[in-house]
C-alpha cells in the first residue's frame, strides 16, 4: 500500500506564511503528479496546485497564484506546498494526493492516493 502523510500546519497570523510536506511511503509506484488540495468547513474540497513528477512543471488554482509555491524532492518522494502572503480565506486542511497518471491535475478523481490532512489556520 502507498501512504501519504501531510505535516507542517498549524496557527498563523495573516501576511504569514508556512510550509507543508508531504512524503510517500510504502509500496512503490510510478509517480505522475501530486498535488494539494484544500477543504474549508462547509466547502468543498478545492484544488490548490500541483506538479509533475518528472518534468516538474506546476500548476496553481487562482487564489493562490503569486503566493503559494510548490516544489518536489523526487529521492525523497516528497511534495511541499510553500504558501507566502497567507489570508483568512486560506484557512483548511490540506490534503496531499498523487496519480499514478492523470489528465486533468486540477480535479479530485484523477488522483489515486490521498493523505489524511493538515490544518492551516489563518487569524486576522
Known amino acids: 500500500q502507498v501512504q501519504l502523510v501531510e505535516s507542517g500546519g498549524g496557527l498563523v497570523q495573516a501576511g504569514g506564511s508556512l510550509r507543508l510536506s508531504c512524503a510517500a511511503s510504502?509500496?512503490?509506484?510510478?509517480?505522475?503528479?501530486m498535488a494539494w488540495f484544500r477543504q474549508a468547513p462547509g466547502k468543498e474540497r478545492d484544488f490548490v496546485a500541483a506538479i509533475n513528477w518528472g518534468v516538474g512543471s506546476t500548476r496553481y488554482a487562482d487564489s493562490v497564484k503569486g503566493r503559494f509555491t510548490i516544489s518536489r524532492d523526487v529521492a525523497k518522494n516528497t511534495v511541499y506546498l510553500l504558501m507566502n502572503s497567507l489570508k483568512p480565506e486560506d484557512t483548511a486542511v490540506y490534503y496531499c494526493?498523487?496519480?499514478?497518471?492523470?489528465?486533468?491535475?486540477?480535479?479530485?478523481?484523477?488522483?489515486?492516493?490521498w493523505g489524511q490532512g493538515t490544518q492551516v489556520t489563518v487569524s486576522s
Open positions: 494526493a498523487a496519480a499514478k497518471t492523470l489528465r486533468d491535475s486540477s480535479l479530485e478523481s484523477q488522483y489515486d492516493y
Open positions: 510504502g509500496r512503490t509506484f510510478v509517480m505522475y503528479a
